[in-house]
């Protein structure tokens, strides 16, 4: 019976043994599978677990650090590369940053990782790569870092993120009058010269008493928002071409509602054009012209729908002759490169234009004008004769309130308060950073009102001055108010890295 005894215990004794040395074998195993550790090597973040790593390139240098300036869009290529020897899962994840948005776009070359993670498979001794496609904004006055983390495991293994983490999604795309209503001074009467940088490069508030053509609007109607001084981040890819954001105002639009939108305007003249130069044979009160704006040569040779010398040449991208000098004088022009594309035309909206302006003859009156007198100026009911007091079109030109007010805010005090004596080279319309093709002054769309046929003008001194004979020669430089819908995919603002519609 002791032998018997002794027996069953050595058996069970070495069957326990037996099983322990099993599972701790077992144990070690998987142990070593899932053991994860960080190294750094060179500017390249390496995850392995056991036996397990990857490779990860962003536009082709081996880091896992996006780097987003402030106050700018950028499209990043991400490669993630498997190295190992069998089939590995992976799955990428960051931590959040208030203002920074970041996501896969949907042309990405490959599905991105879902919350578990995606399996790569072994491809030869290189191993396969997956191409991820990233979109990040940063809505923020500083530049931010954002680390990409991988985790890599085995392929049969859901990858958990860390609770202060989460994986990438798709991007949130934005409007460009949302994005930078997001980078504006979010008050108004901030003083440029106290003012960041970054500040000064985005738009500003301004509120204004209504004009008599305003009637009925609310206070908000009368903020609008606006790029001023020198060099602000107002550049934008406009018509496969550089254009200038003026700023976000709400107008009226062709079937009487309002709308909040962004008025451009070109960042060259088109060519140095007569505002109008009928002889009194031709319908005009003198030989000098008219400065009616609805029937006037140069809105005729801007907008579409017209016939004969100069109707419609630039808005249809076309070549012939305008009218430039006294009595129908008329010069070569040719805008096939540099009229409005057919697939730009619907991005440009039918607004209401304000056509009222003063009489310059008064200089010592005149002379104190500040942006505030001309924004109710242009919109109050001032006119010569029967001229009309407001029109709706899409293309047209900038108003001296629009010059006046990028001398704001300590800008240039002389140049916003009496701008007849400016001298005001510190601001971006300025001969829009004085193009080598225009004259030595363009035109503004606001008449004077003693006589039929004169216009207020900017000089290339710096001041505002009224007026010139329509006839003149003046440079032209169009101005257009665009979609409040139209997304921005990247860019920031400067002239290196313009603002990119969708």
């Known amino acids: 019976m002791k032998k018997l005894l002794l027996e069953t215990s050595f058996s069970k004794i070495y069957m326990i043994v037996m099983i322990i040395i099993t599972l701790l074998i077992l144990g070690g195993y998987f142990s070593y599978a899932m053991f994860t550790v960080t190294k750094e090597k060179s500017n390249a973040i390496s995850i392995v677990t056991g036996n397990l790593e990857y490779k990860m390139t962003i536009d082709d240098e081996e880091s896992n650090i996006i780097t987003i300036p402030k106050g700018t869009i950028s499209d990043y290529e991400v490669v993630l590369t498997n190295p190992n020897n069998r089939i590995a899962r992976f799955n990428i994840a960051y931590k959040e940053t208030e203002g920074v948005i970041l996501g896969y776009l949907a042309d990405s070359e490959n599905i991105p990782p879902t919350s578990v993670g995606i399996n790569l498979e072994k491809d030869g001794t290189i191993g396969s790569s997956n191409i991820y496609n990233l979109r990040v904004r940063n809505e923020t006055s500083e530049d931010v870092e954002i680390e990409l983390v991988v985790k890599v495991g085995l392929d049969y293994n859901d990858l958990t993120i860390d609770e202060d983490k989460r994986t990438i999604g798709k991007y949130e795309d934005i409007s460009l009058k949302d994005y930078i209503m997001k980078l504006s001074n979010d008050v108004d009467n901030r003083d440029y010269s106290t003012s960041s940088e970054f500040e000064k490069s985005q738009m500003y508030t301004f509120n204004h008493t209504a004009g008599l053509q305003q009637s009925g609007w609310t206070d908000s109607e009368l903020i609008d928002y606006r790029y001023i001084g ?17 700023g976000i105002f709400t107008v009226e639009k062709s079937d009487g509602s309002k709308e909040s939108l962004i008025k451009l305007v070109r960042d060259d003249v088109i060519g140095n054009f007569a505002y109008d130069n009928r002889n009194e044979s031709t319908g005009a009160t003198t030989f000098q012209g008219s400065n009616d704006w609805p029937t006037s040569r140069l809105m005729k040779l801007l907008n579409p729908g017209y016939t004969g010398v100069g109707g419609s040449l630039y808005y249809n991208s076309g070549n012939g002759r305008c009218y430039s000098g006294q009595n129908n004088a008329t010069v070569p022009c040719d805008f096939t490169n540099t009229g409005i594309k057919d697939k730009y035309k619907d991005y440009i909206v039918d607004v209401k234009y304000y056509l009222a302006g003063t009489n310059p003859n008064s200089n010592s009156e005149y002379a104190d004008y500040d942006g505030n007198d001309f924004y109710e100026l242009e919109r109050n009911s001032e006119i010569y004769g029967n001229n009309s007091i407001y029109w709706y079109g899409k293309i047209g030109l900038i108003y001296p309130s629009d010059y006046v007010y990028t001398f704001a805010y300590g800008v ?6 009496r701008n007849f004596s400016c001298s005001g080279k510190n601001s971006y319309t300025y001969f829009f950073r004085m193009p080598y093709n ?12 003693n006589v039929s046929y004169s216009n207020i003008y900017v000089h290339s001194y710096g001041y505002l001055y009224g007026a010139y004979y329509s006839w003149g020669e003046g440079s032209v430089w169009p101005t257009l108010y665009i979609d409040s819908s139209l997304l921005v995919l990247n860019g920031n603002g400067s002239y290196n890295n313009p603002y990119i519609l969708s």
């Open 438 to 449: 225009s004259s030595d002054w363009y035109w503004t769309l606001t008449p004077a009102t």
């Open 230 to 246: 020198n060099n602000p981040n107002n550049y934008i890819k406009f018509n496969d071409e550089l254009w200038l954001i003026i």
């Open 412 to 417: 240039n005090d002389e140049c916003f308060n």
